[in-house]
């Protein structure tokens, strides 16, 4: 991964590319809240091909945060400023939980530029159907990425499938953190109050991949069925695993996402 900082609209971004090829489409990647570029290492690899590009969103990781609050739609627009930066007309997108609604955003927003769209553990929005209230609440706050112990304690209960039961699964996910600030994860949380792609799912055009942990206490499966039943050209894949199934079923999910990108 190449990491660097670059000024798009006036707002510095630490951005990440993965070298790969040339004669297809780049993977854009919108990561999940107060997760910065490392946390999709693991994913991207067991995901051999495409040249992959990520970027730690405002108030994230290395990316300083904004001096206003932010919309999806707003940071929509920022990924395509980006990608003019970098050289890319056309992208596939691959969201991720809190980044799912940005892959949605982009796709309706940057309908021409995005070729396929790969869905993961996220839902439609505000308008969900939401995870158990005690694992909510513990989502409420960062205290989780800035508290190793406690980390340690609730993993298994808020992310579910094989942290339940893998302490070192855990430090795994822990090293990759690079926290940056209360605020920023906040600005993140208001950006997510209210917004839904419900009323325009059924006008997404491109080629859609819905994928689901079967055991996710933060975001159910039946949303990945709302949405693959929305999506007009949209399919469902479940894997055996929790919400952060991208990380700890890495080489499964990478295998279904290379298929679908074929």
Known sequence: MQISLRDVDGQTLRVGVRPGEKTRPPLLLFNGIGANIELVEPFLEQLPGPEAIIFDVPGVGGSPAPKLPYRPWILARLAARLLDQLGHEHVDVLGVSWGGALAQQFAFQQSVR????????TSPGSLMVPGRLTVLAKLATPRRYKDADYMNRIAGDIYGGALRSSPEMVRKHLRHVRWASDYGYYLQL?????????????????????????????????????????IPNARLVTIDDGHLFLVTSAHESAQTVRQFLN
Do not use: E, F, H, Y
């Not at 995005?114 to 553990?121: D, G, S």
């Open 114 to 121: 995005c070729r396929r769209l790969v869905l993961a553990a």
């Open 190 to 230: 208001l950006a997510g109050i209210g917004w839904s792609s419900l009323p325009w799912l059924r006008l997404l055009k491109q080629p859609t991949l819905v994928m689901a942990g079967t055991d996710d206490p933060i975001v159910p499966s039946v949303n990945a069925r709302i949405l693959a039943s929305l």
